[in-house]
């Protein structure tokens, strides 16, 4: 499928993975300008940022263009006070578009991501050393905190079992049918969470780039994963478990797209969702996954798609398992279908 073969606003993409401002750290966009890049490639995205809820931000954005092309989200890092109901609460208060009429609503209509903590994971400060990391920041640690400066949020206690904080988390995810996300949960992590999610009832969830340094889960650790879900819930198809593989894991971590199609072959496109995981001003890697001191300026979300398409294509990833993992199965996961 090359670049002049496909047009994006015919594969209806919807990225579940879309990094806003304002934050410490200079992003490419805010709502409203992430909103009207989307809508005019016909595509759809969730709105994500380390510190606050999305879903005000997505709420007006949505009503100033007129388009349903950003949907909001909550990161569970200190800055909404870590692992806690509360702030879940918030953000539902924050998904409604009618505000004159907002009490009318239980929740809003439209869908809302809940992830566990970034860059507040435990692994994440034992990986990093910091929160916020100072090349996000052009080498500033007046915005980052390091590992001794803050404590981690804590998903499960010393013996592995998931917190009950998290459990309560888990129970208003299912009772609201949001998506849940893992974030840079370490792969231990994980598999108690999702445990205790299906547990829960929660139907949605995303195994976030499950090939990012901190979760580092390779092929076979993510097929035992799909499979185990699969045990837990019987197979029922409203169950659904995807594994997110993004753009910039290339530019960012140097992930190689060859690894993508050997575990999309393997695993099988109906478990997998695209995102870019974009947003950002500059990647330390160029395109094709090289490092360069300095780093380079960063694409935009459409330009990302483009170049994503083009090298899973070059990887032997046919169009029809694009669009699955594209459109069809991150449409599915949001219940936008």
């Known amino acids: 499928m090359a670049s002049e073969q496909f047009n994006l606003s015919k594969l209806n993409i919807v990225d579940v993975h879309v990094h806003v401002g304002p ?3 200079s992003r490419a966009h805010d709502a409203l300008s992430l909103a009207q890049e989307l809508a005019s490639a016909n595509m759809k995205a969730v709105m994500k940022n380390h510190f606050i809820s999305t879903t005000g931000l997505a709420s007006l954005a949505r009503n100033i263009t007129g388009q349903t092309s950003v949907f909001g989200s909550v990161v569970l890092n200190h800055g909404v006070g870590g692992v806690n109901v509360q ?3 918030a953000t539902l208060s924050g998904n409604k ?3 004159r009429n907002a009490h009318e609503e239980v929740r809003g209509k439209e869908p809302t991501v809940v992830w566990m903590p970034t860059f ?3 692994l994440h400060l034992e990986t990093f050393g910091h929160d916020y990391l100072p090349e996000w920041v052009g080498g500033d640690t007046r915005f980052t905190s390091t590992s001794a400066d803050v404590s981690p949020c804590e998903v499960v206690d010393e013996s592995g ?9 888990l129970e208003l995810i299912a009772s609201h049918d949001l998506v849940l996300a893992t974030s840079h949960l370490s792969k231990d992590e994980i598999t108690a969470v999702v445990r205790a999610a299906v547990a829960h009832g929660v139907r949605r969830i995303i195994i976030t780039h499950p090939f990012f ?20 819930t019987g197979g029922e198809p409203e169950h659904q478990l995807y594994l997110e593989y993004t753009y910039t894991g ?18 099988g496109p109906e478990h997998v969702i695209l995102s870019s995981d974009a947003g950002q001003t500059r990647w330390p890697r160029d395109t094709q996954g090289q490092p360069l001191e300095g780093g380079v300026q960063a694409l935009s979300v459409t330009e990302c798609w483009k170049l994503f398409i083009q090298d899973l294509a070059q990887a032997g990833i046919s169009e029809k398992a694009v669009v699955e993992m594209a459109s069809t199965n991150p449409s599915r996961l949001l219940g936008i279908i």
Do not use: C, P, W
């Open 161 to 169: 079992n998931v917190l009950e904080e998290v459990q309560q988390v």
């Open 120 to 122: 507040h994971s435990k």
């Open 250 to 267: 290339k530019t960012i971590d140097g992930i190689s797209f060859e690894l993508y199609a050997e575990a999309i072959n393997l695993i």
């Open 87 to 89: 702030a879940v609460r």
């Open 97 to 99: 578009d009618e505000v």
């Open 213 to 232: 340094k901190v979760t580092d889960m390779s092929i076979q650790e993510q097929q035992t994963l799909v499979d185990l879900h699969r045990q837990l």
């Open 23 to 25: 934050e410490f750290g």
